[in-house]
Each structure stands twice: as structure tokens, then as C-alpha cells.
């Protein structure tokens, strides 16, 4: 049985700002906004469900209140981003182009890109961490899976789906 959260109708959204080393569009400090739908596959549980709706959405709320108005950062090669910490500010090099942001408007994020497969996987380990860590994770045992969709506008969207047995 297959439970979806469909995140554009059910308000599981984050807009943020980011830039991706190159050329073209993307080699610009452009916004994204996102939708993210997750869905499960599992068994019946004893209340006859297969998933608790509320605790799954409210994580996933609780994840997109971290990205929601943040630069993002991935842990790109010094040779292609550089990052120093200048007092409360990063200064960052990326294209060419310099930038000094304060730091509460920065999300470090420990992945190798900002590229929306690296985001969504990233998105998904998130997801199951919190509900693992805020006890919800034992409600989820009938589960088979979980695929995460994270949409970032225009077409354009990611998709993993991380086996939980």
C-alpha cells in the first residue's frame, strides 16, 4: 500500500538561494522554490494505516523551516568555491565572483553538490534522520521505503527512493 504527500498541495515548501560552479544560468545567485512529495510503501499497521500522515508531514515541515530563506553551500573543492570566515560573514569565491553574506544567511550542507540529485538525496537522509530522532521512526516499522521528490521549479525535479528494510 502507497501513501503520497504531495508537497505543493500540502504546503511542504522551502525557497532558497543558491549558486552552481560554471557557466550559463545556474553560475548566478538565483532563488529555487521547492516542493517536496514524499511517499511510502508499507503494510498495515494494527490501526489499520500505513503511516502516521501528521508525524510524516511535520517532519517534513520541521526540514524545510531549516532551508527556508538560506544561501545554500555544498562542500564543492577549494579549487572551485572558496570559503573564509570573516568575523560573522563568508566571504565566498565562486565563478569569478566574490560575495560576503553573513553567516546566519548561510546552510552549510555536507554534500559534494548543489545539483537537485545530490539536494534530494541529501533531503531524504534529513527526513529519516529527524524521524528517527524525534521517536517517530518506530511508527514507520511497516514501512517497505520512502521516495522523496524535490521539485525546484519549472519541470525540474529529483527523485530517490531509500529502501527501510
Do not use: W
Not at 545556474?26 to 522554490?33: D, E, G, Q, V
Not at 500505513?50 to 526540514?63: D, N, S
Not at 553551500?73 to 566574490?98: C, D, M, R, W
Not at 548561510?106 to 537522509?125: G, H, R, T
Request: proline letters at 3%; one cysteine or more; hydrophobic letters at 40%.
Amino acid at each position: 500500500m502507497i501513501v503520497e504527500l504531495i508537497g505543493k498541495e500540502a504546503g511542504i515548501t522551502f525557497e532558497c538561494i543558491h549558486i552552481v560552479p560554471g557557466k550559463g544560468d545556474c553560475s548566478r545567485i538565483h532563488p529555487h522554490f521547492h516542493y517536496a512529495d514524499v511517499m511510502v510503501d508499507g503494510e498495515f499497521d494494527d490501526k489499520r494505516r500505513i503511516v502516521h500522515l501528521y508525524k510524516l508531514k511535520a517532519a517534513c515541515l520541521r526540514l524545510c523551516s531549516v532551508f527556508e530563506d538560506k544561501i545554500l553551500l555544498a562542500n564543492y573543492p577549494e579549487t572551485v568555491q572558496k570559503v573564509v570566515k570573516e568575523g560573522s560573514h563568508l566571504h565566498i569565491e565562486i565563478n569569478n565572483k566574490f560575495y560576503l553574506i553573513p553567516e546566519a544567511d548561510i546552510l552549510k550542507l555536507e554534500i559534494p553538490s548543489l545539483n537537485i540529485e545530490d539536494l534530494v538525496i541529501y533531503f531524504a537522509d534529513e527526513l529519516i534522520g529527524d524521524l528517527k530522532k524525534n521517536g517517530s521512526f518506530a511508527s514507520f516499522a511497516s514501512l517497505n521505503y520512502i521516495e522523496v521528490t524535490l521539485s525546484e521549479g519549472r519541470g525540474q525535479r529529483g527523485r530517490v527512493r531509500i529502501n527501510l528494510k
